[in-house]
T-cell receptor, first 116, second 111 residues
Framework: DGGITQSPKYLFRKEGQNVTLSCEQN?????MYWYRQDPGQGLRLIYY???????QKGDIAEGYSVSREKKESFPLTVTSAQKNPTAFYLC???????????????FGEGSWLTVV | GQSLEQPSEVTAVEGAIVQINCTYQ??????LSWYQQHDGGAPTFLSY????GLEETGRFSSFLSRSDSYGYLLLQELQMKDSASYFC????????????FGTGTKLQVIP
C-alpha cells in the first residue's frame, strides 16, 4: 500500500544529543514536509522540500536540519541547538504544483520525541 | 505574514450541525483545505476549496469566500466519532507548497 512511513514511533533523547527522524514515502510525491506539534497545539512548519536536492526553511527551522537526496526520503535531524525538542513530529507529502489539489497533504503516523 | 485563525473549542450535540470558522491573512492565495485529527493520530485531509462557494462531501461541507478571507467547515448529523481537532490550512506567501495550518478547533460531541 502507498503511504508515508515514519520511524521511530517513540524516541528518547538525552540533553546535548542529535537525533534523526526517518521519513519515507512511496506515493511518488514531489513535495515533502516536517511539522512539529506540541500537546493541544496546532502544526508548525519546520522545513519543506518541493523537489529533490532542494529544501526551504519553514516557520521554526532553528535547531533542525534536513536533507532531500532522494525523492522518497526526507529525514529530519533534531540538533542539540533545539532547546525544547519534546514534541510530536509529523512528516508529510503532497503531489506538488501542477497536480489537481496539488497541495493536499498526506501525513505519516508521527514520531514522539522526548528529552530525558 | 501568514495567519489562519480558528475558535479554540466547540461543543455540539450528537445529531446536530456545527460550523467551524477560519479567517485568514495571506498573499498569493491558492485555496483553503481542511484536516481532521483525532487525539494521538495524524491529520487526515477532509476537503479543499479553490474557488468561492460550497463543496460537499457526505456529511461534511466546506465553504470559501475569498473576498471576505473566510471559510468554514460544516459538519452535519454529528456522530461521537467526529470528536477531534479540525484545522484549516493554506499555502502562504512563501509559495504554493509552503502550507501552514490554522490554530485548530477542538470539537467535542456530546450525547
Amino acid at each position: 500500500d502507498g503511504g508515508i512511513t515514519q520511524s521511530p514511533k517513540y524516541l528518547f533523547r538525552k540533553e546535548g544529543q542529535n537525533v534523526t527522524l526517518s521519513c519515507e514515502q512511496n506515493l511518488n510525491h514531489d513535495a515533502m514536509y516536517w511539522y512539529r506539534q506540541d500537546p493541544g497545539q496546532g502544526l508548525r512548519l519546520i522545513y519543506y522540500s518541493q523537489i529533490v536536492n532542494d529544501f526551504q526553511k519553514g516557520d521554526i527551522a532553528e535547531g533542525y536540519s534536513v536533507s532531500r537526496e532522494k525523492k522518497e526520503s526526507f529525514p529530519l535531524t533534531v540538533t542539540s541547538a533545539q532547546k525544547n525538542p519534546t514534541a510530536f513530529y509529523l512528516c508529510a507529502s503532497s503531489p506538488g504544483q501542477g497536480a489537481i489539489s496539488g497541495n493536499t497533504i498526506y501525513f505519516g503516523e508521527g514520531s514522539w520525541l522526548t528529552v530525558v | 505574514g501568514q495567519s489562519l485563525e480558528q475558535p479554540s473549542e466547540v461543543t455540539a450535540v450528537e445529531g446536530a450541525i456545527v460550523q467551524i470558522n477560519c479567517t485568514y491573512q495571506t498573499s498569493g492565495f491558492y485555496g483553503l483545505s481542511w484536516y481532521q485529527q483525532h487525539d494521538g493520530g495524524a491529520p487526515t485531509f477532509l476537503s479543499y476549496n479553490a474557488l468561492d462557494g460550497l463543496e460537499e462531501t457526505g456529511r461534511f461541507s466546506s465553504f470559501l469566500s475569498r473576498s471576505d478571507s473566510y471559510g468554514y467547515l460544516l459538519l452535519q448529523e454529528l456522530q461521537m466519532k467526529d470528536s477531534a481537532s479540525y484545522f484549516c490550512a493554506a499555502p502562504n506567501s512563501g509559495g504554493y507548497q509552503k502550507v501552514t495550518f490554522g490554530t485548530g478547533t477542538k470539537l467535542q460531541v456530546i450525547p
